[in-house]
């Protein structure tokens, strides 16, 4: 059984991608074949460099063509930390194939600019109990596809956006490289797959 190749779409520091590198480093089921990025100083194009994985800087993110060039042969792609709406075209051609870690519990905190410290700053000022993260299907929004899995995260009394983020943040690393793995372990089904949360 060939491994399945993974596509990472990163815009920042690529604290997701390390999980990613650090769980698929010996797996037979996945590996990163390649790093996209919009941003030629995103920390995840170092972080892929380091690790031996091929990168790509996109020109123009809109374009459609230069991303599905960039993505060449791989068979699922992951957002993780993408600051871009993918192209229609992309999104077809990538359906139930393409997948985003979101730093809340969807469907609540999510849409354009819903992202990073804003989302915890939101969850608090919301007085909402608990938050977490959430990976799910990417369609034509930002943040709209169906749910994969979600991991659980407490609000603490006196929680600021920076201490909220960094649990998040801990249960991002745990809940994406799983759900990569899980649906590698499933050849990818070309249906949307609902997995338990935690």
């Known amino acids: 059984m060939t491994s399945v190749r993974v596509a990472v779409l990163a815009s920042g520091g ?3 991608l390390q999980a990613l590198l650090d769980a698929l480093r010996d797996s037979p089921l996945a590996r990163v074949a390649v790093v996209v990025s919009e941003r030629p100083d995103a920390g995840a194009l170092e972080r892929a460099r380091r690790a031996g994985v091929p990168t790509t800087v996109l020109r123009d993110p809109t374009d459609p063509a230069s991303l599905l060039a960039a993505l060449n042969d791989a068979e699922l792609v992951v957002l993780a930390g993408y600051l871009k709406l993918v192209p229609p075209a992309v999104v077809a051609r990538f359906r139930w194939r393409m997948i985003n ?9 999510r849409g354009p600019g819903m992202y990073g410290r804003r989302v915890h700053a939101a969850v608090l000022a919301s007085g909402a109990a608990e938050s977490g993260a959430t990976v799910h299907y990417v369609d ?6 169906p749910v994969i899995a979600q991991a659980r995260v407490p609000v603490l009394p006196g929680d600021t956006a920076e201490t909220l983020a960094t649990r998040v943040l801990e249960a991002e690393h745990r809940l994406l490289p799983s759900v990569v793995l899980e ?3 499933r050849r990818l089904p070309n249906s949307p797959v609902r997995m338990e949360s935690s």
Do not use: K, V, Y
């Not at 034509?140 to 596809?145: H, L, S, Y």
């Open 183 to 185: 649906l590698a372990r």
């Open 101 to 109: 870690i979101h730093p809340a519990l969807l469907p609540a905190f």
């Open 140 to 145: 034509e929004a930002f943040d709209r596809g």
């Open 14 to 16: 690529g604290t997701n």
